[in-house]
């Protein structure tokens, strides 16, 4: 079983995320559980830890020093993010992380990201504050390190551009994408920089407050397809 593996992934991915090698030193302020989480997301993400390996409760909690109830937490938390199963008396498995499946559901965020975006300013109904309030925190949660918050106020963000779009399918379809997962893996996987991160929405809010349709439509796709390609780079390590 690896932990603490050593191997540096290289490479980069894109203009504010890299990725992260699996013996990154944790960030601070996460707490044990969120340290083990987070280590074992980079390691399944990167392949270190193979679909079908068993993760020992015990074993983890050995490497980390700790008890096994933080192992716990952090493994019940992978479980809701699709990288883990648990099976009751038999133990938690690494499940198979299809790197092609999180770049594709990014794609289709662009494509659905991008008619929200027009049917709001076709509608002029930009949630203006809203979204300014989601900046706000995430420049906050930046100056702190907070990945967690960042992660969480960019998909209050997007989140709000598509109920404002006032298109059903578009919402459930975006929502069936299990956006708050995939943002989770991406943040953890990667080295957020979270500052930039918070730049880059407050020019896609820019881009609303204009009004040209045309442009913001084409920024709202490209801030997309920005992730595609993390999770592109992903897949090539």
Partial sequence: MLIHS??????????????????????????LSQQIRDT??????????A????????????????????????????????LVEIRPRRGTFVRSFVRETLRES??????????????VLLAGNVPVDQLADDVKRMQRAARKNDVETVGAETVAF?????EAAGNELIRR??????IEARTSVTMMATTPDLAGIAKDHQALLDSLLEGGVDAACEQARQHQWNYAEIANDMSSE
């Fill in 158 to 162: 997007h989140r709000h551009i598509v």
């Fill in 6 to 31: 050593g191997v540096a992934q290289a490479g980069a991915g894109g203009p504010y995320l890299r990725i992260m090698p699996s013996d990154h030193p944790p960030l601070v302020g996460l707490t």
């Fill in 40 to 49: 074992l997301v980079r390691q399944i993400v990167s392949g270190e830890l």
């Fill in 106 to 119: 990014y794609v289709l965020r662009a494509a659905l990201e991008e008619t929200a975006t027009r049917l």
């Fill in 51 to 82: 679909p079908g390996e068993r993760l020992v409760e015990t074993k983890v909690a050995a490497l980390f020093g700790t008890s096994q109830a933080p192992v716990r937490e952090a493994l019940r938390e992978l479980e809701t993010y699709g």
């Fill in 173 to 178: 379809t975006w929502e069936n994408l299990h």
